[in-house]
């Protein structure tokens, strides 16, 4: 079945860098497009950033352009977010999100910026 683990989150203070991944498994990765969301406490999930099957093509939120990097190794099945200059607004569980048909999510992993 398909399987998304995201890794990487934890505390880290303001200006720091932290870098996400998603291994996936059970649906050939090569093939989709792979987005990042997040969603902090009370808030709405926002879109953070998607790229192409091959990697060709990436799109960032405003809020983090500049600053993120979303990338992908499909000969290893993950997908990747560098989050650089990170601020206390970044704080919220990211989520790696294969779209289509249907929509599949992983557990997320926790991002807390603070000082």
């Known amino acids: 079945q398909v399987q998304l683990v995201e890794s990487g989150g934890g505390l880290v203070q303001p200006g720091g860098s932290l870098r996400l991944s998603c291994a996936v498994s059970?649906?050939?990765?090569?093939?989709?497009?792979m987005s990042w969301y997040r969603q902090a406490p009370g808030k709405e999930r926002e879109l953070v950033a998607t790229i192409t099957s091959a990697g060709g093509s990436t799109n960032y939120a405003a809020s983090v352009k500049g600053r993120f990097t979303i990338s992908r190794d499909n000969a290893k099945n993950t997908l990747y977010l560098q989050m650089n200059s990170l601020k206390p607004e970044d704080t919220a569980v990211y989520y790696c999100?294969?779209?289509?048909?249907?929509?599949?999510w992983g557990q997320g992993t926790q991002v807390t910026v603070s000082s």
């Open positions: 059970g649906f050939t990765f090569s093939s989709y497009t």
């Open positions: 999100i294969r779209k289509g048909a249907q929509w599949y």
